[in-house]
């Protein structure tokens, strides 16, 4: 029999064994950056924290919600709608006593997270959904030379990808397929499936309605650019610029009104707006024509389409809307045309079967749900909220985008959707499993470990798959693409004032072409010069040099992207980060305070003025500087050094205080 040993050490013996004492040991002063606090975000800070990272600092922009408790293990019911980062920080310190979480709610985009921001890390983890944040985190983390783990899940897929600049190919250097787009007039004029009306309703009627008062007529320029239908295109335009009689009702309906404006945006966008399109001939000779709908019609139950079958075989209205096309035709009997009654063919009634998010809705269900909803959104415009944009999990948005794209689908024999099915395709839901999560989460620590330890050979790719023989893949790590945009360029930090630099200046200084050029700067030279995606200037167009980055709105957090258009030098990424220090633009002038008169036996009053520039240190209480002829009553505390000025404080005259009371701290 072996006698079992048994130890006493805490909770990190395992850790402490595993991981080695050497790495062990540097974890709990490394600083570690986490990004998302969502699904994989949960799982990943519980580990961190039970692992030993001393310092982590986790951001997120969202706060908790309902649908988020399924797998984000770190938030309660009671918790909804407060910030993510602020809760699974609390709930996870609880894990460990030696760990100190700061957590910071908001985006990752935001200005003040700037390169040096990033650089004060040793590393840096994702746990983001979307490309967007991806691509930025990949960027700054190039930028600063910070090792980065990438990492994301769909279902039962999930992938994690150590990422260091000049040794990995970077998140950009595959690049990833764009999200599918679909032309403006099959969205606007000729839908066909269910997905064109869920994207009119959310990304052009919502935002037309309920969103900024913005033109939408460039789209519309852009899609003729683009050579589609001139003559459709023009019949648009009329129907925008009619959206402003609507969008007024909407905002000037009070609690009576609000009705009555559902009534007048249905009459627009499922009557007027189709009306108008039939009246273009040409554009129905192929394809079946939409029918307008009648509001009062199908409120008094008479409403009736009857539609031929479309070229394809399939019926084009079907009556109870989420019903296959072809179940709608047998229960209607007809083999070449449909006839649909009230928007249910089969007189079933829509309320009968089923969870309430996936039943489906009846034509009348439909109109009372845009009506409903409408009228819910007014009244939120009239309770003062400026915009309102579709969000999956906001009710009455979800609501109004199921009612609409469901009625727009009736207009057009199209066959219509569940709220449930509608949430998911609107929302872009990818299902996520919080196994695949918590497995991606372990293995993010993996990678960070070796790039801590700098054992950049035991970096691997690795992929969760469907395949029960191997449900893991490790792959070797490629070098940097060549041809990538983003960790092939040559990064460089510019630590200024937007407001107060040109980008003249920083593009000669950089360069080191400008006065006082710089010694090995690659001078003058051809070229352009970007923000994004923005050209700010070219070889032939140098107006903007004058003009500081800020009015550019090249603000801290953002790069300029300097590119040689002689192709003889690569391009330069320069991220504009805040200055070492900075001083108001006008120095604040204190009150002159009152002196009271000394008591004979105290000694002169303190004169703490402004020193001169030679007196930016003072050694407080010492005899090394000595004070010139006027400063000669200069007083200090003790035993403290003071930095005037330049690190932003200034002595105030002020009688008989402490210290502490006389400095202040300027931003
Ligand atoms: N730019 C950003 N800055 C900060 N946090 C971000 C940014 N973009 C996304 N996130 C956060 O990343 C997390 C991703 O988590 P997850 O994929 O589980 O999404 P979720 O929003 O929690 O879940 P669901 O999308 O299913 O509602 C979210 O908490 C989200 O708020
Ligand atoms: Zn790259």
Redesign the pocket.
Same mark, same amino acid.
């Given at each position: 029999m072996t006698s079992t040993t048994r130890t006493t050490d805490g909770r990190d013996v395992h850790a402490r064994a595993i991981l080695g004492p050497e790495l062990y040991s540097r974890l709990p002063q490394t600083k570690l950056l986490l990004?998302?606090? $969502?699904? %994989?975000?949960?799982e990943l800070l519980k580990n961190i924290v039970l692992t030993g990272f001393g310092h982590i600092t986790l951001?997120?922009?969202?706060t908790?919600?309902l649908?988020?408790l399924n797998?984000?293990f770190l938030f309660k019911k009671k918790d909804v709608k407060q910030s993510?980062?602020l809760i699974a920080a609390r709930t996870a310190s609880a894990f460990n006593p030696n760990v100190h979480i700061t957590p910071i709610h $908001?985006? %990752?985009?935001?200005p003040q997270f700037d390169v040096t921001w990033f650089a004060g890390f040793d590393i840096v983890l994702n746990?983001?959904?979307?490309l967007?944040?991806r691509r930025?985190v990949n960027k700054m983390c190039m930028a600063a030379n910070v090792p980065l783990v990438e990492s994301?899940?769909a279902g039962y897929l999930g992938q994690v990808q150590p990422i260091l600049k000049d040794r990995t190919e970077c998140f950009d250097c595959v690049p990833k397929p764009t999200p599918k787009t679909f032309p403006v007039c099959t969205i606007r004029s000729t839908p066909s499936q269910p997905i064109h009306c869920i994207v009119w309703a959310k990304s052009y009627l919502m935002p037309q309605l309920f969103g900024e008062d913005e033109d939408s007529m460039g789209e519309l320029d852009e899609a003729e650019k683009q050579g589609e239908n001139a003559q459709e295109i023009a019949t648009l335009r009329k129907e925008a610029s009619a959206f402003k009689t609507v969008r007024t009702a909407l905002r000037d309906a009070g609690a009576q009104g609000q009705a009555s404006a559902a009534r007048t945006v249905f009459e627009k966008v499922f009557h007027s707006d189709i009306v108008n399109l039939l009246s273009m001939g040409d554009m129905w000779r192929s394809r079946a024509p939409p029918t307008p709908l009648d509001f009062d019609a199908i409120r008094d139950g008479t409403f009736t389409i009857t539609r031929d079958a479309q070229p394809n075989g399939a019926p084009a209205a079907n009556g109870s809307s989420a019903d296959p096309p072809d179940e709608a035709a047998k229960a209607n009997g007809s083999a070449g045309a449909e006839k649909m009654l009230n928007g249910s063919a089969n007189g079933e009634s829509s309320s009968s079967a089923g969870l309430k998010d996936q039943r489906a809705l009846s034509l009348q269900d439909n109109l009372e749900l845009f009506v409903s909803s409408t009228e819910r959104l007014a009244a939120r415009l009239c309770a003062g909220e400026d915009t309102i944009s579709f969000d999956?999990?906001d009710d009455d948005t979800l609501d109004f985008v199921t009612a609409a794209s469901n009625l727009r689908s009736i207009a057009y024999g199209i066959p219509g959707k569940s709220r449930w099915e509608v949430k998911e395709m609107a929302?872009n839901?990818?299902p996520?499993i919080a196994t695949t999560?918590a497995i991606i989460a372990g293995l993010i620590v993996l990678q960070a470990f070796h790039l801590l330890r700098k054992s950049y050979s035991a970096l691997r790719n690795v992929h969760v798959q469907f395949k029960p023989s191997m449900p893991l893949s490790s792959i070797n790590m490629s070098t940097p693409s060549p041809a990538c945009g983003v960790c092939k360029d040559t990064y460089t930090t510019v630590r200024v004032d937007p407001a107060r630099v040109t980008l003249g200046d920083v593009v000669c200084g950089v360069l080191g072409g400008g006065p006082g050029s710089a010694e090995g700067g690659i001078g003058r030279r051809e070229v352009s010069v970007y923000e994004d995606k923005r050209v700010l200037a070219d070889p032939d167009w140098d107006e903007n040099c004058e003009k500081t980055l800020e009015s550019l709105g090249v603000t801290r957090g953002k790069f300029l992207t300097i590119v040689d258009e002689e192709e003889e030098y690569g391009t330069i990424q320069v991220a504009i980060a805040a200055p070492a220090s900075w001083l108001p633009d006008t120095l604040p002038v204190p009150l002159k305070k009152k002196r009271a008169a000394p008591p004979p036996s105290t000694p002169p009053p303190s004169s703490l003025k402004r020193p001169a520039p030679d007196d930016d240190v003072l050694e407080v209480g010492s005899s090394s500087k000595r004070p010139r002829a006027n400063d000669a009553a200069i007083q200090f505390s003790p035993n403290k050094k003071r930095r005037l000025d330049e690190d932003g404080l200034i002595l105030l005259e002020k009688q008989d205080e402490s210290l502490e009371d006389d400095v202040i701290v300027l931003d």
């Open positions: 990004v998302g606090a $969502g699904g %994989i975000g949960c951001l997120d922009l969202d908790i919600d649908s988020n797998r984000q993510k980062a $908001g985006n %990752i985009k935001e746990a983001l959904d979307n967007d944040a930025h994301g899940t999956k999990d929302g839901i990818i996520a999560n």
